[in-house]
């Protein structure tokens, strides 16, 4: 049984082998018009969230030996986090349920772990279910096909943020966060949003990770962030080893990266040795300590993080044949993006004073 769990979480963090996961997970057998629907999450209902501020979650975890606190109690700012694609077992449809127990063992064992809880030093930590396109549905059926199944969790995500912030925001700055699958909601959530200039105010900044994202997505409204304490701004990065080659990326056009070490879009190289600590792929035994993986990182002109190869063990599963780092695109910067967002968090609310 544990070995079995163990491989659905690898399964949930990454793409998996291709064999395996087509027996597992099918691809859908009809169109998108003709798919059944799983029923919506209730985000009354404290179930349909994977992490919430004031219960015991997955969005309190650190890693162990580590320095670091959860100080969500005390937290002045929110962050509303999407998770990455965790639907990963199960039906022939487009679409999978959010509530599903393979479907939460992932997210809150595989992928939460080891991707919201960077935000727990500095903000109190909301994380809706939704409803998403299933791993096995990514390239497949038209481009109708794919744009129906997206607004499917576009409309979750929609209504869970509606409901955070007529029940719980108060007012407060929110970041908004999101990786792979996630980010791809994240990113229409900010682009409906974006004209509202009190959304824009209470925006600290917006970490969208791990999608090909336009650098003017949000025009000059929400501008790529090209400093480490600017606010009202969004990142964006995919990671490729600088021994790889673009692959998908590199037919997306121009694409927005803001170096997760040194915060910089114009190109500047941070060396491994500015990396504060990556943390490995989650394991049997849940998240690992913090490792000196000696990961630098520069964005180039296409908009490519280029990155080294972790020189430490926990960072080779399902890295693909081009050397693209997608699963680990929080991993590699654990400790950096931890402490970037204490940054604008800090600057968001000095410039509230």
């Given at each position: ?9 690898l ?10 996961l ?8 009809r ?5 059944q629907?799983p029923?919506?999450?209730?985000y ?10 004031w219960r ?9 030996g ?22 990963v077992?199960?039906?022939?449809d ?8 393979i ?6 064992r ?6 919201v ?6 903000t ?15 390239g ?5 096909d ?17 409901h ?6 108060e ?11 996630g ?6 959530l ?16 917006a ?9 003017r997505?949000?025009?000059d ?15 964006s ?19 927005a ?11 500047t ?9 990556s943390l ?38 399902q ?21 970037n967002?204490r940054?604008?968090v ?8």
């Open positions: 049984m544990q070995k079995l769990i163990f491989a659905v979480l399964i949930g963090s990454s793409q998996a082998h291709a064999g395996l087509e027996w597992l997970n099918p691809p859908p057998e169109p998108f018009a003709e798919t629907l029923q919506p999450p209730d009354a209902d404290a179930s349909s969230w994977a992490a919430l501020p015991d979650d997955a969005g309190d975890i650190l890693p162990p580590s320095p670091y606190h959860d100080n969500q109690n005390a937290a002045e700012v929110d962050v509303f986090f999407m998770h990455p694609t965790t639907s077992f199960g039906g022939r487009w679409i999978g349920a959010h509530d599903t127990f479907t939460k063992l992932v997210t809150d595989g992928t939460l772990p080891q991707q809880t960077v935000f727990n030093g500095s109190r930590v909301f994380a809706p279910r939704f409803r998403q396109m299933r791993m096995a549905t990514f497949k059926g038209t481009e109708a794919r744009a129906g199944a997206l607004q499917v969790g576009v409309s979750d995500v929609r209504a869970a943020f509606d955070y912030m007529k029940h719980w925001n007012g407060r700055g929110v970041i908004i966060a999101a990786y792979s699958q980010a791809m909601f994240a990113e229409k900010v682009a409906e949003k974006v004209a509202d200039p009190a959304f824009r105010q209470q925006l600290v900044a970490y969208l990770v791990g999608a090909r994202i336009d650098p997505a949000f025009g409204d929400i501008p790529l962030c090209s400093e480490a304490t600017q606010n009202h701004c969004f990142m990065w995919n990671s490729i080893a600088k021994d790889g080659e673009p692959g998908r990326y590199g037919e997306a056009g121009p694409l990266c803001v170096n997760p070490i040194n915060w910089r879009t114009d190109g190289a941070a060396v491994g040795a500015d990396n504060l600590g490995p792929m989650v394991g049997l035994t849940g998240i690992k300590p913090l490792v000196d993986a000696k990961v630098g990182a520069r964005c180039d002109e296409n908009g490519i993080l280029w990155v080294d190869r972790p020189q430490a063990e926990g960072f080779t599963a890295v693909s044949k081009t050397g693209s780092y997608h699963p680990y695109e929080f991993n590699l910067f654990w400790a950096n993006i931890r402490a967002v940054q604008r800090d600057h968001y609310l000095q410039q509230a004073d």
